[in-house]
């Protein structure tokens, strides 16, 4: 409640968002860090690579996505993504209660910036304009050449995927039985992959350009559905005016910039998955209304989650 009446009273105008797998887990897509999810499950030998790739990727999952491997074989990058790569565009996922809370919060004039670790692409999927979005890892629904950044028509790049990659989870009865590159039409090299951020790459520019001004400005900081372990994004928490609210929303308490014990504090955390706390919080801030105009465009689990509340309230 305390959380609703300081938004609602006027105090908080300038909201900002850090956001993790965890708000896109309630539109089906998994997530990587927690127990089930992606790295988790991993089976390098699954995967074009060589036995030293393989033997780097059981030793720390987050192999399959780094730039020292994709740069001399993009096949374990492509084929542990092909699936998601060939969902975009489909209406296969949609956003989630978490991801309208923050198109909610745009519509009330709120919103400074939401700064997504995600590259799903569900946060383009609301209403909230791209200039308000900075996606801190990039985007799957967008391709280009990692060598030389030549853009690759997306429609394409899908096409060529499911002709040249195999498909390891053994969904499309289609797909070839072995891996072959797909090249860039303008440097022929096989370095065409989503716009996504490998690790050891670069963030992108828009990240520096508007980090620091926003951090200063910002009065509430949601950060959500993260582990905050990859930076430079979790040193966003510790960015913020020491007057701005913080608020963890979260399956448990991760980050050591927190201070949750103190009767002063500034930092609140809000057990529980996203979408259930999302749509708790916008019951009390009166914004049902707002999220029920948007009930078509939500995943089923949020669809389904907000006509049970409203049930319940008859």
């Known amino acids: 409640?305390?959380?609703?009446?300081?938004?609602?009273?006027?105090?908080?105008?300038?909201?900002?968002?850090?956001?993790?797998?965890?708000?896109?887990?309630?539109?089906?897509?998994?997530?990587?860090?927690?127990?089930?999810?992606?790295?988790?499950?991993?089976?390098?030998?699954?995967?074009?690579?060589?036995?030293?790739?393989?033997n780097y990727m059981r030793a720390d999952p987050t192999a399959v996505v780094c730039r020292e491997i994709f740069e001399r074989n993009q096949f374990p990058y492509m084929e542990l993504r092909r699936p998601f790569i060939l969902a975009q565009g489909t209406g296969q996922w949609k956003p989630t209660i978490s991801h309208m809370f923050v198109q909610l919060c745009h519509e009330k004039g709120m919103l400074t910036r939401l700064y997504t670790q995600n590259i799903d692409g569900l946060d383009y999927q609301t209403s909230v304009p791209h200039e308000f979005i900075i996606?801190?890892?990039?985007?799957?629904?967008?391709?280009?050449?990692?060598?030389?950044?030549?853009?690759?028509?997306?429609?394409?790049?899908?096409?060529?995927?499911?002709?040249?990659?195999?498909?390891?989870?053994?969904?499309?009865?289609?797909?070839?039985k072995e891996s072959t590159n797909i090249l860039c039409l303008k440097c022929k090299k096989p370095g065409v992959k989503p716009a996504?951020?490998?690790?050891?790459?670069?963030?992108?520019?828009?990240?520096?350009?508007?980090?620091?001004?926003?951090?200063?400005?910002i009065d509430l900081f949601f950060i959500a559905g993260t582990s905050l372990v990859v930076g430079p994004a979790n040193r966003l928490p510790l960015m913020v005016d020491k007057n701005c609210i913080r608020v963890l929303v979260n399956n448990e308490k991760v980050g050591d910039c927190f201070n949750f014990d103190a009767e002063d504090s500034r930092d609140l955390f809000v057990d529980g998955n996203c979408d259930n706390s999302f749509?708790?919080?916008?019951?009390?801030?009166?914004?049902?209304?707002?999220?029920?105009?948007?009930?078509?465009?939500?995943?089923?689990?949020?669809?389904?989650?907000?006509k049970k509340l409203l049930q319940s309230r008859v």
């Open 1 to 54: 409640n305390g959380l609703a009446q300081l938004i609602s009273s006027g105090r908080v105008r300038n909201i900002g968002f850090l956001t993790g797998a965890g708000v896109s887990v309630a539109a089906g897509i998994p997530d990587f860090r927690s127990p089930g999810g992606m790295y988790d499950t991993l089976k390098p030998e699954l995967l074009t690579a060589s036995e030293s790739e393989r």
């Open 135 to 176: 996606p801190v890892h990039g985007s799957l629904a967008v391709a280009s050449c990692h060598f030389c950044e030549e853009p690759y028509p997306f429609k394409d790049f899908q096409q060529k995927l499911r002709e040249n990659i195999k498909d390891i989870y053994k969904q499309d009865e289609n797909a070839p």
């Open 196 to 217: 996504t951020v490998l690790f050891g790459s670069s963030l992108p520019r828009a990240f520096f350009d508007h980090y620091e001004a926003d951090m200063r400005k």
């Open 279 to 306: 749509l708790e919080l916008i019951s009390k801030l009166g914004w049902l209304e707002d999220l029920q105009e948007h009930a078509e465009e939500l995943a089923p689990s949020g669809s389904d989650l907000l």
